[in-house]
């Protein structure tokens, strides 16, 4: 199986839906469901992270398409997965620091 391209109109669209689903998350944030769009985003941080970051690098069978397997592409991995720690950080802080009290 040969590594496919996405076309431009298909990877616009992909980066469209994944702003759209963010934005929404982010405006979810400053609502009363704010602890829900706080472990919304730490859970697509994990996703993005694990699926983005390292699993679609690796050549698994059970994906439909075989990566590249060069430095530029890893490398690219790398600045992917980095770019999530932001915001899994920052959630996971936020989560911490604003637990509901506990009933002891």
């Known amino acids: 199986m040969a590594c496919g391209r996405a076309g431009p109109l298909s990877q616009a669209r992909a980066v469209l839906r994944q702003a759209a689903d963010r934005s929404a998350l982010v405006v ?3 609502t009363p469901i704010r602890r829900i769009a706080s472990w919304a985003l730490l859970g697509w941080a994990l996703l993005n992270l694990l699926g983005g970051g390292v699993v ?3 050549p698994l069978p059970f994906l439909p398409f075989e990566p590249e397997q060069s430095w530029r592409h890893y490398a690219f991995h790398v600045l992917y997965f980095l770019s999530q720690l932001p915001l ?3 959630t996971a802080r936020w989560l911490r620091e604003h637990r509901p009290p506990s009933n002891a």
């Open 28 to 30: 979810a944030w400053f």
């Open 56 to 58: 679609s690098v690796l």
């Open 88 to 90: 899994l950080i920052v």
